[in-house]
Each structure stands twice: as structure tokens, then as C-alpha cells.
């Protein structure tokens, strides 16, 4: 095996160790991962890791934003993978650094590198003689590629890792210091808006821009086939101008939607690409008695962040530099390059953060708005913001699902063959990653670069449609399908755990069933079924800190859910009690999570809280709405989600595996959580609802059909 080969995958994709780490002159510790800031908390992990391996204190390292012109490109930031792939990086790198030093201050100072410590940067050895990472600097160069020769620090050595820290980007966010794309101001900057229809894939006929131009602090109209937008001195002049071009745009006819009250129907009638995704053949089966089969559903879902996306860009003669809170700054500048039709070395795309990020929302798609207006602006830059109405009716949507599951069962309701089926579009459409751009003012301009139709990344990656759709269960056999659609009326893209939301509440609400038709507790049927100890020692977790199951009461329901996000990654089991006299209302939520070594315990838990509360907030809540020409539900009104008043309990126990690899805890919560309240539904009602979300409508239709 190669050198490289052992490496960890993204410091072996970028090996030079000046890359990730540089020593500053004023005593600081320079780190630059290429994974993102997104309100995961992962600057803070990382910092933990490079502190422990090069012995500093954690307030010596500074964090720097992703740049392509000087981070490594680790791809995306996605799929709970930073920990895993960024963290492993930078503690090798960190090792093999803190090594070097060792060996040059050995050189310096004459005494053996065994007998020399390390503390908070000084190094130090028999008889007072010190130097420090900073002194050595320039005598040890990292330009160099990293060999995997240097082992990390054991579970033992660590000081910071397994520890809650303070986060490191939460003060300046208290205090009132930019770190948000939207607050930032650069000098001279102007302002952009981009008009798009109200009617799904219309395009621009015709526009009267005698409005717009009357409009006091215009600087330009720009117009390329069907993409539009004014570049204005304020915001407000922006706003106005953008009103009056909309008065004077006429809009062909646009594509028709699908009935939103049918989406199953829908999603089975189309042209589809089928995959078996799994088999397994028991040697012996037992005799099949019947066969159950249910079906389940999920509606189409918006990221619904709380600000909408915002880029800046800038022109000058090299090229253009674009700020963006995009997952993935090298994907991006590869998508903006086909469309400007650039070498890529002329182009620059420098990360800041944004509001909460679940997966590819519109921040792709504003930073080449910015880059499209920002050509008018004489080399000025250009911040462009989109609206609410934008960015509930344009960005990409989660993927509307059906799921069919099917087991044969034998006389004593066992089961001895498993069929799951899943009707989607794809879940991934990201830049970066096509010979064609996947960005939507792509698709307006005069010479419009074809939509493109999502698709799921392999089953080797997590999947897509297709992820957490193999059960986890020891089942005797199984066959597992998928069935990605060939047309996308509905523009999806990756959203926070793609596919594995949709199965994991399909899988564990069809074992609900059959353990409660089998008389079995649902936690006993579960562990029975289950050969991973780690999981079932989740889901013991879990009951146990709910207290499993409490004595019935008159309008109070208890459910369960587990899965192992992408069946690689953490391990969640949650255990949901809810209300339902009136509403539906989750009380409280006992959480689980195994996530092998957490590196700061506390931002596992606000992954897991956060994920839980917005797993709470789909399954109650949300579902994007439209009639056949238009995405109707465009604000907060017609897209409700969780209210703060509404948020439940949520009470986590973290499984400490301090030998175990760490994994990352963003997506874990997800599908359990859905899982468990649909269960929790049941036990208290009695009614079992298959399609989400759960309203009051839903529990009506459920109950017509029981």
C-alpha cells in the first residue's frame, strides 16, 4: 500500500501541510480546514483536535474561513462527514507537525526529542532550555507533503478532545461582531436583485424597464434571455426598481406542477431509473403464512432557513472574487467557471457563514446572481439578497417520497423476507459535480444550459433516495429497490439526511405495526432483532431515560425510533411522548446518540437538539404547497414551522466511545425522531398515519382509512 493510501482521505486528496497549518508571528496557530462553517459547530472541534496533537491552548488557534485561493479543498461540507474526514486530516497533519518541531528543537537545543515537552507551544528540556513553535518557524519549513509516519496522540494523551469547550464563533456572534454574509459591508458596495417568476419555469417574454430606470440610485439593468435583476446604490432603491421591472416583465406560460394532494400517485407514474440497491438470501426460509405491505409518504420540504441567502461578488481585470456561505467553495467556483466560461484560477471563492444551512440551499445559486450583476458594477461589489418569497419558491426542495415496505410472515408473525421500495427524485443536484452547471440562473440565460435532473449519490456514499433504506434489522432476507424519477417539475436538491428521513420513519413505523400486531413491546422487538450491540445499546439508552414505557394516561402516546445514519455513521435511538387531545403536540424527546469519540460532547448535543427540534418541526409541520402553475406556499404563513412555544424537551444522552472513530451527530436525530412520534401518534390515538406530515388533516384522512 502507498504512502497516500494511508493517509486520511482528505489530507491525502491535500497532503501539503502548509495548507492546513501556519505559525504566526504574534504567537498564534493558523488553521485552515477546508470544510465550513454552517452552525454545526465544527470550527470548534477542529480547533479542539489541532490544540490537542500540537499542545497549545485553544485560544492560540485561530480559525480561517475556506478559500479557494489558499484552503485545502476538502469538497463539500455534507453528509455529517467533517468530523470524519477534516478532523482525521488535520489531527495526522497536527502529529506529524508537532514532530518536526520536536526534531529542530532537538537540533537546537541538544537534548534527545524524547526528553523535550511540549506546553502551549514552548518546548522545553533538562536544565531550563526552551524554544517554541514560533521561534522555530522559519527553520522548519511545511512546505512538504504529509507522510503517515507520525502516530496521533492515544485516547489518554488528549486533553481537549472528549471535552465540552466553548464554542469559538459563538462571541462575536453575541457581541454583535460580523461574521455573517448579510452584515457584511465592503467599501463602495452596491446593491442587487434578480427577478424571477411567480409561474413554475415561465420565461421572460417581454420587459418595459422605463419604471425601473426612473427609480432614483439605479446604476444598471442586467438582461441575459430570461435572467433579469438591477444593481441600485441601497437596498431600498434595489427593492423599488425590482418592483417596478416586475410591473413591466410578461411572462410566457410555464410547466405544470403536480397534484400536491397526490404525490404518491404522482411520484409511481413517472419515468423512473430502478436499481436494486440491496439483496440478502437467507440459506433456509420459513413458510410464509401472509403478507403485510404498507405504504408511506413524505411531501416535498424547503430548507425554510431563517435568513435568505446572500453572496457577494466583485469584478476586476484577473477575474472575479465571489464571498458566499455555499457548502462547497471549490464546487461552486467549478460551476461559475463553466457558465462564465473562465479558467478557474480566475476566480476566487472565499466562505463566510450564513444562517442555518440543511443541506443545497439557494447559497449557490445567489453568489451567481452576484457574479451576473456584479459585471455592471464598473468593478464595485454587489451584495444580493433574495427575498423570503425567493427562497421558498426557488431554491431546491427536499424530495417528495413513497415508500412501500412488504413483509411475508410466517405462522407466529414473524418475519422471513423484507421488500422496500422507494419512488423519488434524486437527492442531489449540487455544483460542482457535472460537466453542466448546476446553478438556476444557469438555466435563464439567453443560451440557457440544460436543468438538470437530480440525482443519488452511490450507495457506497450513504445513497440517496436510497439511504438507511437496508434494514439494520438481522432479517432473514430482503430485496431493496429504488426508483429515481426522470423528470423534476419540483426542483430538488440535497437536503439535511436526503432519503434517510423518509425510510427510517417508513421501516420503523412498519416494525411498530407488526411488533403491536404481534402483542410485543416495540423496545423488545427491536433488540430481538438487532445483532449490533451498539445499537441496541442506543435504544436501552433511550428507554431507559424516557423511562420505558410509563403507565398509560388519556391523551398521552409513547413511540420509539432507531437507525445508524447511512448505517455507517451514528447510532440514535429517541423515545417520543406526546399530547394528542386537541393537536398533536411532542412533549418531550429522550435521545441516545453514539457517535464514537465526541470530540466536544456539548456540540453533540446541540446537533442532536437542533436536529431533533427541526425533525419535530417536518413531521408536524411542514410541506411545501402548490397548485398546477405555482409554488403557493412562499412565506412563513402559508409554510409554517415549530414556534418556539412548540418546541419540546429534548434530552440527550451521549454514549462516550472514546477508542471508537468519531463520526459526526448533524444528521443522526432525523429519522428517529420522525419514527417515534408517528409511533407515539399511534399509541395515544390509535389512528396510524402514513403520510406526513401529521395534521390535524392527516389524523381525519388516517382515520377514514382505518
Known sequence: MTAAAKLPVSLAANPRLSSWVRFAADGEVTLSPGKVEIGQGIVTALAQIAADELDVDIARVRMVRASTSASPNEGVTSGSLSIQHSGRAIRQACAEIRQLFLTAASDRLGVDPTALNISDGTISGPGNVRTSYWELADEVSLDRDATPVAAPKSVAQRALAGHSVQRVDIPDKVFAHPRFIHDTALPGMLHGRVLRPDISRAKLVDLNEDGARAVPGLVAIVRDGSFSGVVCETERSAETALGALRKGATWSEGEALPNENDLAAFLKAQPVESTVIDTRTAATIGAKTRTVRQQYTRPYIAHASIAPSCAIAQWNRDGV?????????????ADLALVLKLPTENITVEHMEGAGCYGHNAADDVALDAVLLARAADGRPVRVQWSRADEMTHAPFGAAMAIEIGADLDAQNEIVSWRHSIWSNGHAARPGRASQPALLAAFELEQPFPRMISANPPQANGGGGDRNSIPLYDFPSWTIESHRLLTMPV?????????????????????????????????AFRLRHLTDERAKDVIRAAAKRAN??????????????????????????????????????????????????????????????????????????????????????????????????????????????????PVGAGEAAHGPVTAAIANAVFDCLGVRVRNLPITRDSLIAAMELS
Open 321 to 333: 472574487r465571489v464571498w458566499t456561505h455555499s457548502q462547497g467553495v471549490y464546487l461552486l467556483r
Open 548 to 661: 420505558w414505557k410509563p403507565a398509560a394516561k388519556s391523551g398521552i402516546g409513547y413511540g420509539i425510533g432507531f437507525a445508524r445514519y447511512k448505517n455507517t455513521g451514528a447510532y440514535c435511538a429517541v423515545v417520543a411522548e406526546i399530547e394528542g387531545e386537541e393537536d398533536i403536540r411532542v412533549k418531550k424527546l429522550s435521545v441516545a446518540v453514539d457517535v464514537g469519540e465526541a470530540i466536544n460532547p456539548d456540540g453533540v448535543i446541540n446537533q442532536i437538539e437542533g436536529g431533533a427540534i427541526q425533525a419535530t418541526s417536518w413531521v408536524l409541520k411542514e410541506r411545501v404547497r402548490f397548485d398546477t402553475a405555482r409554488i403557493t406556499s412562499h412565506s412563513w404563513t402559508e409554510y409554517p414551522i415549530l414556534r418556539f412555544s412548540e418546541v419540546p424537551v429534548v434530552d440527550v444522552d451521549v454514549i462516550q466511545r472514546p477508542d471508537a472513530d
Open 491 to 523: 426542483r430538488t436538491s440535497a437536503l439535511r439526511t436526503l432519503g434517510a428521513q423518509g425510510n427510517v420513519f417508513a421501516i420503523e413505523s412498519f416494525l411498530d405495526e407488526i411488533a403491536i400486531e404481534r402483542g410485543e413491546d416495540p423496545v
